[in-house]
């Protein structure tokens, strides 16, 4: 009898232990923003960052390791090793890959030798390279932990963007073109990223279709759910934001008193959220390339407008942190 009743209430425990388990999986079960969203990236920018407060990490990753991966990525795509789609999902084999990869051209020309005879010859001349890629474009999934509110971003694909340049015919001065490519490549679901590509880049995202169109698949009323939870916690000083005051980066806490008056004195200006700004890490995978990204911090962006309606700027608001803030020479960002 004893026995029996020990058992029963093992049974109990266990039925209580795992309902208790189940229930903080869901409270901490990662919210959904975007299972297929498409944006692009610039990760090579040809201005003196150093002047006038820019820094090396904005839309820019360090050619010492931008162009070693670039040329490992072309490689392998080429190669027949990983898997690649057109921009409708359907698989691009090797030979089809490299027709975007190479030009040619026919022209005409003239033996040298009696009785100089007219004959036809291919040209071939390679037009991507890691040097003139100076965007990607990706296709992730996006999600958040619900307790911490820290971003997650799965990378599903990446398709590079190169530049070509041309010149005015009148004037003379160069025109920057950017050419999206007709193919995907495509990442293994598993991914062990051991390689640091950078420690620090930072970008903006536009999530409403009205201010950037360049962006597919955003669902920007989760997006605005999103930042005004954010914003409760901060008001309720039960997360940390960093007052940005015209630098990358800001490290003066702001109370949730501040916020709260700032919402107040501007209502306008926390209504027009419409970008987000990303502080990131990236590492990839040696074996397969993946790259993986880790969300260090977000900044809401708003949009400001003159008396006439039209777009006159953008204007960041504040940081919120998720991890350590990586400054140049390997230092912590100190936050007060």
């Known amino acids: ?19 208790c388990n189940n229930g903080d999986n869901k409270e901490n079960q990662a919210v959904s923003l975007s299972k297929n969203i498409e944006y692009t990236v610039k990760i090579y920018n040809s201005m003196d960052l150093g002047e006038g407060g820019g820094q090396w990490y904005r839309e820019n990753i360090e050619a010492s390791t931008r162009l070693p991966y670039l040329d490992l990525l072309l490689k392998s795509a080429e190669s027949g090793v990983m898997k690649i789609t057109d921009t409708s999902g359907n698989v691009i084999d090797t030979a089809k890959l490299k027709s975007f990869f190479f030009a040619s051209d026919t022209i005409t020309m003239t033996r040298p030798m009696p009785p100089y005879d007219m004959y036809d010859t291919v040209l071939s001349a390679r037009i991507v390279t890691p040097s003139n890629i100076v965007a990607l474009r990706f296709r992730e999934e996006w999600s958040y932990d619900p307790t911490t509110l820290a971003i997650t971003k799965k990378v599903v694909a990446v398709a590079p963007i190169k530049s070509i340049t041309t010149f005015d015919a009148e004037t003379g001065m160069p025109d920057i073109n950017y050419l999206l490519s007709p193919y995907w490549i495509n990442f293994d679901e598993k991914s062990y990223p051991t390689y640091m590509l950078t420690q620090r880049i930072m970008y903006g995202v536009d999530f409403k279709q009205a201010v950037y169109a360049n962006v597919k698949n ?7 759910k999103y930042f005004n939870t954010i914003l409760e916690r901060i008001c309720s000083d039960s997360l940390a934001c960093y007052e940005y ?13 501040e916020v709260k008056t700032l919402m107040k004195e501007q209502p306008e200006t926390f209504k027009n959220i419409s970008n987000i700004r990303f502080l990131e890490e990236w590492t990839f995978d040696y074996t397969n390339l993946s790259l993986t990204k880790r969300v260090v911090g977000v900044c809401p962006v708003t949009v400001e407008y003159d008396e006439n309606g039209e777009i006159r700027g953008y204007r960041p608001l504040f940081w919120v942190y998720f991890g350590d803030v990586w400054t140049p ?3 912590r960002l100190k936050l007060e």
Not at 1 to 19: D, E
């Open 1 to 19: 009898m004893k026995m029996k009743f020990l058992l029963g209430a093992i049974v109990v425990v266990a039925v209580c232990f795992a309902s």
């Open 218 to 224: 955003i669902d920007s009323t989760l997006i605005e």
């Open 245 to 257: 005051t015209g630098e990358d980066l800001a490290n003066h806490r702001l109370s949730g008193a």
């Open 329 to 331: 020479f390997n230092k």
